[in-house]
Antibody, heavy 126, light 106 residues
Framework: QLQLQESGPGLVKPSETLSLTCTVS??????????WGWIRQPPGKGLEWVGG???????YYNPSLKSRVSLSVDTSKNQFSLKLSSVTAADTAVYYC??????????????????WGQGTLVTVSS | SYELTQPPSVSVSPGQTASITCSGD??????VYWYQQKPGQSPVLVIY???KRPSGIPEQFSGSNSGNTATLTISGTQTMDEADYYC?????????FGTGTKVTVL
């Protein structure tokens, strides 16, 4: 059974870079057809997609965050990572890693998320 | 950018049926997904591709999608179904989540 676990600093200073890693267990990160992604949730608010990366490096990003987000994959460690630069208090959130499932069908593409990691709270504060 | 709108809250009596709507422009042309999130926990997929249930999800959860509205229906609602529910779709290479609905069983 696939499991995902986030790790990284719980406190980041404003204007610095937030860095998180997701460790995947129960299967190789280089499996075909699977992207690996990040979703965040500010305290008391809804879910916001951050972006996703295929093991070969192709990516999808939330347009509102694209200029500040960088995703990477380390197949040797079965991990993928998120970097979010120039953070502000608005970036305070629980960050979840998840496996996006992409499905290509006649009239387009669809994507959903399953499973999810347990999430990690990142607070941006001086 | 694409938006999905849900009612902030839905209340239901134990054993009754709860219906949660998700509205978006021509939503019926896309696949819709539903997630359940209990307090302090990560979201769990309960419906995928409009109406399919993942393995392990009870039959009480069902979904539909047509026109501009998708609906998640919870039949025979129990106190353990109290949670936030989010719809999600994929539009222009972007995942879009709904605003979320808090289901209260009382």
């Amino acid at each position: 059974q696939l499991q995902l676990q986030e790790s990284g600093p719980g406190l980041v200073k404003p204007s610095e870079t937030l860095s998180l890693t997701c460790t995947v267990s129960g299967g190789p990160i280089s499996s075909s057809n699977y992207y690996w992604g990040w979703i965040r949730q500010p305290p008391g608010k809804g879910l916001e997609w951050v972006g996703g990366i295929f093991y070969s490096g192709s990516t999808y990003y939330n347009p509102s965050l694209k200029s500040r987000v960088s995703l990477s994959v380390d197949t040797s460690k079965n991990q993928f990572s998120l970097k979010l630069s120039s953070v502000t208090a608005a970036d305070t959130a629980v960050y979840y890693c998840a496996r996006p499932k992409m499905n290509y069908y006649g009239s387009g593409t669809t994507c959903w998320f399953d499973p999810w990691g347990q999430g990690t709270l990142v607070t941006v504060s001086s | 950018s694409y938006e999905l709108t849900q009612p902030p809250s839905v209340s239901v009596s134990p054993g009754q049926t709860a219906s949660i709507t998700c509205s978006g422009d021509k939503l019926g042309d896309k696949f819709v997904y539903w997630y359940q999130q209990k307090p302090g926990q990560s979201p769990v997929l309960v419906i995928y591709q409009d109406s399919k249930r993942p393995s392990g999800i009870p039959e009480q959860f069902s979904g539909s999608n047509s026109g501009n509205t998708a609906t998640l229906t919870i039949s025979g609602t129990q106190t353990m179904d109290e949670a936030d529910y989010y719809c999600q779709a994929w539009d222009s290479s972007t995942a879009v989540f709904g605003t979320g609905t808090k289901v209260t069983v009382l």
